[in-house]
């Protein structure tokens, strides 16, 4: 790592990044070899080590306290006291260093929010500033767009290169191939634990790709165009609220037809979650319509949604996908197996499970040590394969799938689209949620942007990309023209980040 | 280890030596946290108390583990017998002059008393020379293990509710409510109700097992629709059903007349478990019952669609929620069936031989043994039955051990403790026997402490 250098780590789920970057910030201890800090070789104990050697780490997963404040994150860990023994927490100065650390960086936040008030885009700014208050040479950024918009993305290169613009090294986690070309200086590809090559940013995605799985994979999606039939999924008027009492999506209007891919674009927390939810049954539905071909289902218990024939890959797996302590097989069966051949009457028929789990699982190319393995146990690609399997592997008139790829590597990606289309050409009709712009127009025979709980428009996959951005801002397109080059690889428009502040 | 997966960086799925699976430890709940992959934008749901505590339960922990306890509470139980022990604490004063004493009296104040609490719970010698020379029955050959599976069966039925509720994620301290509204609805059927035999040992039965549904149902109820933490009403249930209890005895018609203490009157012989050796031996059907229900419960978690729900709201209510199965149903569910279970662990102490009458203790510590059973036997059904064998031995034995060698009751009490004291932290027993990868389990407990 030189001063002032952008480094990106690139590889597939598994391949052994995060657990590198853990050893360099003293959480794990390597088994052999060694960490060479400006010449000299380094031991580190623990974090506390590698803050003193100025790394700085800021995680996947934040480790912040929700209920504290920002300034009282910052401070934790490192707390100034005075008062001598009386040891009062010196919160003053925690938010003038805030504040201080905050402008040289140009990294707005308010020392006084609450974190869980606050989105995650800015709870990640949060870290950055807390690594860059212990006066850290190298930051290392653990896939830090996983769970980033497009636009805060885009927010995040900026701050990148204002640190490496102060002299900061940093070290950038990803599996996310746009990005390592936009802002590496030097790209290295991590395979299975090992090295497999270094690259400049100027080299193709797919000679990245290839790289980082160890063969050709396509990065588009091939599709024939639509033949769309009858609508099945019709949504009308709908309105509901989110976890807090506050509305969510206000006034839907959506059609998806058989045959047909609709495509949920939008920053998250625009509603798509709840508009889902609210499909399954398993959110309260306050007003308006949902009719699955011809029978209205709204109010219907998410049991009776899913048996009607509808397939759903919800948006978090770990959370809401599969029961990580269950078995590949029981997860397989997670929603049908009460159902024959599975169960007859309270009684389970292990043999069942375990043989149509065999079969899936080869059908969907799993990669898993037994059917018996725990979920857990599997890589994120893997997992989502299971969940994906088990949805697609009965007949079904809508399949909804959220945020179908998030965190899996570029080979799942490949396969679960397929299988997306595929689910399509056989006259499904499938409604796709994400926050992948790019995944999106890959797939979407139609896009229906939503924005602030509203589907602001719905246009073809073949609209321009800033287009579409900008709907994503809430800025239609007919008001689109001036500021239509600000969402492009730049600065995210005023528009953008404001919206992303109140959300 | 074969490794069928060699394109999504395996090498870190299992942990293949110490220092990994310390790394996996650090992973908190992914199991396979270290392989950076499940990481991948997913925000690690926050596991609940229960789930943390049967992961550590169950996290690197073996029947070594178990059987190390065993040997470390039975350690700690010497040294305590040794100090509150004047007599041979004495010898120690003088131990430098005379080492010998001290440990001779040591010696054979521990060896007998152990070896009392092993002829009254298993197995005595002496009965079996008495027997082949006739001088007493066979009846006294069997009396240990009589005694034994009368302490189990109560115990069986309560770790059974503990145990299933565990599984199904919810934390029912309330054993000791559902059994006591199980006793006194058996006991009322069994003195209240004019039935014939075996109808009527029917009915004793089924309204234990009624009462417990009951206590079990509430705290369920207002789990599932009002979001009551069901560790606190459970316990506050608790108090209800006790003093409920000590009310009802002194009402009239369920007073014994002919006392003026509180004592009920004795259940009718119609509704009495049938002895199952003998009158001279006390071990009764509860027993039978016992077995019954652990195979029951034993199917219905691991072969019923039923179980299933049930595992899978414990495991990850969310997902459960979000594959159609109705969190709530199940929650009410998992109440009743373990406050049936507790409540015929109840009925026991009334229709068995333990007691036939209702009295303000007579349910004992049953219901809160049941957690320790539940614990020891690692919340699955066949541990749960052998963990009590053994909580039951300890009673049976520790009789003996007080009669004959003077050490009091309480002591196997504190055994009791011990020993799910060691189970439930592994890394400690670990440490103490230098088993290896005690360094990842101690990582692991000391993360737990994020409850």
Redesign the interface.
Same mark, same amino acid.
């Given at each position: 790592m030189e001063p002032g250098e952008i480094h990106a780590l690139l590889g597939?789920?598994?391949?052994?990044?995060?657990?590198l970057m853990?050893v360099l910030y003293g959480?794990?201890?390597p088994?052999e070899g060694e960490i060479l800090v400006d010449g000299k070789p380094l031991k580190l104990k623990g974090p506390s080590d590698a803050i003193g050697a100025g790394i700085g780490m800021v995680h996947?997963?934040f480790m912040l306290v929700p209920v504290f404040t920002v300034a009282e994150n910052i401070m934790l860990g490192a707390e100034q006291t005075r008062g001598g023994i009386a040891g009062f927490l010196d919160r003053r100065r925690a938010r003038r260093e805030v504040t201080e650390v905050s402008e040289r960086y140009n990294l707005r936040v308010d020392p006084d929010a609450v974190i869980e008030d606050l989105p995650v885009g800015i709870q990640q700014r949060v870290e950055i500033v807390k690594a860059l208050t212990r006066d850290v040479d190298l930051l290392i950024l653990d896939?830090p767009t996983?769970?980033l918009t497009p636009q805060e993305t885009d927010e995040l290169l900026t701050v990148m290169r204002s640190l490496k613009a102060a002299g900061k090294s940093i070290v950038f986690i990803t599996?996310k191939l746009g990005e390592v070309k936009a802002i590496a200086d030097r790209i290295t590809v991590i395979?299975?634990?090992k090295t497999v090559g270094t690259a400049s940013p100027e080299a193709s995605r797919d000679e990245l790709a290839a790289l980082m799985?160890?063969r050709n994979v396509r990065l588009t999606v091939d599709k024939s165009p639509a033949t769309a039939g009858d609508p099945v999924l019709e949504v009308t008027g709908l309105v509901v609220d989110d976890d807090r009492q506050i509305r969510a999506v206000d006034g839907v209007d959506l059609t998806v037809r058989a045959g047909e891919v609709l495509g949920v674009a939008g920053v998250q927390g625009n509603g798509q979650t709840e508009l889902i939810e609210a499909i399954?049954g398993?959110r309260p539905v306050l007003a308006g319509t949902v009719s699955l071909a011809g029978d209205r289902i709204d109010g219907w218990?998410?049991?009776?949604?899913?048996?009607a024939g509808v397939g759903?890959v919800?948006e978090? *797996?770990? !959370? %809401?996908?599969?029961?990580?302590?269950?078995s590949v097989a029981?997860n397989l069966v997670?929603?049908i197996?009460?159902r024959p051949p599975f169960?007859a009457?309270?009684?389970?028929k292990?043999d069942a499970i375990a043989s149509s789990a065999k079969e899936r699982i080869e059908q969907f190319d799993v990669?898993?040590?037994s059917a018996e393995a725990?979920v857990?146990?599997?890589?994120?690609?893997?997992?989502q394969k299971v969940i994906v399997a088990r949805e697609l592997s009965r007949p079904l008139k809508l399949f909804i799938a959220a945020q179908p790829t *998030?965190? !899996? %590597?570029v080979?799942s990606i490949e396969f679960i689209h397929s299988r997306i289309i595929h689910e399509r050409d056989i006259g499904t009709a499938v409604m796709v949620v994400s926050s992948e712009l790019d995944e999106v127009i890959g797939l979407a025979d139609r896009i229906a942007v939503m924005y602030r709980g509203r589907v602001i428009g719905v246009v073809g996959p073949d609209t321009p990309r800033e287009e579409i951005g900008l709907l994503m801002a809430g800025i239609s397109p007919d008001a689109a023209g001036e500021d239509g080059a600000a969402t492009d690889g730049g600065p995210a428009s005023a528009d953008g980040s404001a919206s992303e502040d109140e959300a | 280890m074969t490794n069928p997966n060699p394109q999504s960086g395996s090498p870190d799925k299992e942990p293949a030596s110490e220092a990994q699976a310390a790394q996996n430890a650090l992973g908190n709940t992914e199991r396979a946290g270290t392989a950076t992959t499940p990481k991948v934008s997913e925000p690690q749901p926050q596991p609940s108390l229960g789930r943390l505590f049967l992961n550590n339960l169950w996290a690197a922990n073996t029947f070594t583990v178990t059987l190390l306890s065993l040997v470390l509470a039975v350690v700690v139980g010497a040294v305590l017998m040794i100090i509150s022990d004047p007599d041979v604490l004495h010898t120690y004063s003088y131990i430098t002059a005379r080492p010998s004493d001290a440990f001779t009296a040591s010696w054979t104040l521990v060896s007998e008393a152990y070896a009392n609490l092993f002829k009254g719970s298993v197995f005595d010698p002496e009965a079996f020379s008495g027997w082949l020379n006739g001088s007493n029955g066979w009846q006294a050959v069997l009396a240990p293990i009589s005694e034994t599976l009368t302490y189990a069966a109560p115990l069986v039925f309560t770790g059974l509710a503990v145990a299933l509720a565990f599984r199904g994620g919810l934390f029912n301290i309330g054993a000791q409510g559902q059994a006591t509204i199980g006793v006194i609805l058996a006991a009322l059927a069994g003195f209240l109700l004019p039935l014939p035999p075996g109808l009527h040992l029917l009915a004793a039965v089924l309204a234990g097992a009624l009462g417990g549904a009951l206590w079990g149902f509430i705290p369920g109820i207002l789990k599932a629709r009002a979001g009551a933490h069901e560790v606190i009403n459970t316990i506050m249930l608790n108090y209800v059903a006790t003093y409920f209890l000590t009310w009802l005895i002194v009402q009239n018609g369920v007073q014994d007349p002919t006392r003026t203490d509180a004592i009920s009157r004795a259940v009718d012989n119609s509704a009495q478990l049938p002895r199952l050796l003998g009158d001279n031996l006390r071990v009764h059907a509860g027993i039978l019952l016992a077995v019954l229900a652990t195979w029951a419960v034993a199917w219905l978690l691991n072969r019923s669609t039923l179980g299933f729900e049930l595992r899978a709201v414990g495991a990850n209510p969310d997902a459960a929620r979000t594959a159609g199965i109705s969190v709530t149903r199940t929650y009410i569910l998992i109440m009743v069936f373990s406050g049936i279970l507790a409540g015929l662990g109840g009925s026991n102490m009334v229709l068995g031989s333990t007691a036939s009458a209702l009295t303000p203790l007579v349910v004992a510590q049953i219901g809160f043994d049941g957690i320790l059973v539940a614990l020891l036997g690692r919340v699955k059904p066949w541990g749960v039955l052998l963990a009590a064998l053994l909580f039951g031995a300890l009673q049976a034995g520790g009789n003996r051990m007080q009669s004959y060698s003077g050490i009091s009751l309480e002591l196997v009490t504190v055994l009791q403790a011990l020993i799910v004291i060691f189970i439930a932290a592994p890394a400690l027993v670990k440490a103490i026997f230098q088993l290896r990868a005690a360094r990842a389990a101690r990582l692991q407990t000391s993360l737990a402490k994020g409850w």
């Amino acid at each position: 790592m030189e001063p002032g250098e952008i480094h990106a780590l690139l590889g597939e789920n598994g391949a052994g990044k995060s657990t590198l970057m853990n050893v360099l910030y003293g959480l794990y201890q390597p088994d052999e070899g060694e960490i060479l800090v400006d010449g000299k070789p380094l031991k580190l104990k623990g974090p506390s080590d590698a803050i003193g050697a100025g790394i700085g780490m800021v995680h996947q997963h934040f480790m912040l306290v929700p209920v504290f404040t920002v300034a009282e994150n910052i401070m934790l860990g490192a707390e100034q006291t005075r008062g001598g023994i009386a040891g009062f927490l010196d919160r003053r100065r925690a938010r003038r260093e805030v504040t201080e650390v905050s402008e040289r960086y140009n990294l707005r936040v308010d020392p006084d929010a609450v974190i869980e008030d606050l989105p995650v885009g800015i709870q990640q700014r949060v870290e950055i500033v807390k690594a860059l208050t212990r006066d850290v040479d190298l930051l290392i950024l653990d896939e830090p767009t996983a769970v980033l918009t497009p636009q805060e993305t885009d927010e995040l290169l900026t701050v990148m290169r204002s640190l490496k613009a102060a002299g900061k090294s940093i070290v950038f986690i990803t599996h996310k191939l746009g990005e390592v070309k936009a802002i590496a200086d030097r790209i290295t590809v991590i395979r299975r634990g090992k090295t497999v090559g270094t690259a400049s940013p100027e080299a193709s995605r797919d000679e990245l790709a290839a790289l980082m799985v160890g063969r050709n994979v396509r990065l588009t999606v091939d599709k024939s165009p639509a033949t769309a039939g009858d609508p099945v999924l019709e949504v009308t008027g709908l309105v509901v609220d989110d976890d807090r009492q506050i509305r969510a999506v206000d006034g839907v209007d959506l059609t998806v037809r058989a045959g047909e891919v609709l495509g949920v674009a939008g920053v998250q927390g625009n509603g798509q979650t709840e508009l889902i939810e609210a499909i399954m049954g398993l959110r309260p539905v306050l007003a308006g319509t949902v009719s699955l071909a011809g029978d209205r289902i709204d109010g219907w218990k998410t049991k009776k949604v899913l048996r009607a024939g509808v397939g759903y890959v919800p948006e978090d *797996r770990s !959370v %809401d996908g599969l029961v990580k302590e269950f078995s590949v097989a029981e997860n397989l069966v997670l929603d049908i197996y009460d159902r024959p051949p599975f169960g007859a009457g309270l009684a389970l028929k292990p043999d069942a499970i375990a043989s149509s789990a065999k079969e899936r699982i080869e059908q969907f190319d799993v990669r898993t040590s037994s059917a018996e393995a725990p979920v857990g146990t599997l890589s994120g690609g893997n997992q989502q394969k299971v969940i994906v399997a088990r949805e697609l592997s009965r007949p079904l008139k809508l399949f909804i799938a959220a945020q179908p790829t *998030r965190g !899996v %590597d570029v080979g799942s990606i490949e396969f679960i689209h397929s299988r997306i289309i595929h689910e399509r050409d056989i006259g499904t009709a499938v409604m796709v949620v994400s926050s992948e712009l790019d995944e999106v127009i890959g797939l979407a025979d139609r896009i229906a942007v939503m924005y602030r709980g509203r589907v602001i428009g719905v246009v073809g996959p073949d609209t321009p990309r800033e287009e579409i951005g900008l709907l994503m801002a809430g800025i239609s397109p007919d008001a689109a023209g001036e500021d239509g080059a600000a969402t492009d690889g730049g600065p995210a428009s005023a528009d953008g980040s404001a919206s992303e502040d109140e959300a | 280890m074969t490794n069928p997966n060699p394109q999504s960086g395996s090498p870190d799925k299992e942990p293949a030596s110490e220092a990994q699976a310390a790394q996996n430890a650090l992973g908190n709940t992914e199991r396979a946290g270290t392989a950076t992959t499940p990481k991948v934008s997913e925000p690690q749901p926050q596991p609940s108390l229960g789930r943390l505590f049967l992961n550590n339960l169950w996290a690197a922990n073996t029947f070594t583990v178990t059987l190390l306890s065993l040997v470390l509470a039975v350690v700690v139980g010497a040294v305590l017998m040794i100090i509150s022990d004047p007599d041979v604490l004495h010898t120690y004063s003088y131990i430098t002059a005379r080492p010998s004493d001290a440990f001779t009296a040591s010696w054979t104040l521990v060896s007998e008393a152990y070896a009392n609490l092993f002829k009254g719970s298993v197995f005595d010698p002496e009965a079996f020379s008495g027997w082949l020379n006739g001088s007493n029955g066979w009846q006294a050959v069997l009396a240990p293990i009589s005694e034994t599976l009368t302490y189990a069966a109560p115990l069986v039925f309560t770790g059974l509710a503990v145990a299933l509720a565990f599984r199904g994620g919810l934390f029912n301290i309330g054993a000791q409510g559902q059994a006591t509204i199980g006793v006194i609805l058996a006991a009322l059927a069994g003195f209240l109700l004019p039935l014939p035999p075996g109808l009527h040992l029917l009915a004793a039965v089924l309204a234990g097992a009624l009462g417990g549904a009951l206590w079990g149902f509430i705290p369920g109820i207002l789990k599932a629709r009002a979001g009551a933490h069901e560790v606190i009403n459970t316990i506050m249930l608790n108090y209800v059903a006790t003093y409920f209890l000590t009310w009802l005895i002194v009402q009239n018609g369920v007073q014994d007349p002919t006392r003026t203490d509180a004592i009920s009157r004795a259940v009718d012989n119609s509704a009495q478990l049938p002895r199952l050796l003998g009158d001279n031996l006390r071990v009764h059907a509860g027993i039978l019952l016992a077995v019954l229900a652990t195979w029951a419960v034993a199917w219905l978690l691991n072969r019923s669609t039923l179980g299933f729900e049930l595992r899978a709201v414990g495991a990850n209510p969310d997902a459960a929620r979000t594959a159609g199965i109705s969190v709530t149903r199940t929650y009410i569910l998992i109440m009743v069936f373990s406050g049936i279970l507790a409540g015929l662990g109840g009925s026991n102490m009334v229709l068995g031989s333990t007691a036939s009458a209702l009295t303000p203790l007579v349910v004992a510590q049953i219901g809160f043994d049941g957690i320790l059973v539940a614990l020891l036997g690692r919340v699955k059904p066949w541990g749960v039955l052998l963990a009590a064998l053994l909580f039951g031995a300890l009673q049976a034995g520790g009789n003996r051990m007080q009669s004959y060698s003077g050490i009091s009751l309480e002591l196997v009490t504190v055994l009791q403790a011990l020993i799910v004291i060691f189970i439930a932290a592994p890394a400690l027993v670990k440490a103490i026997f230098q088993l290896r990868a005690a360094r990842a389990a101690r990582l692991q407990t000391s993360l737990a402490k994020g409850w």
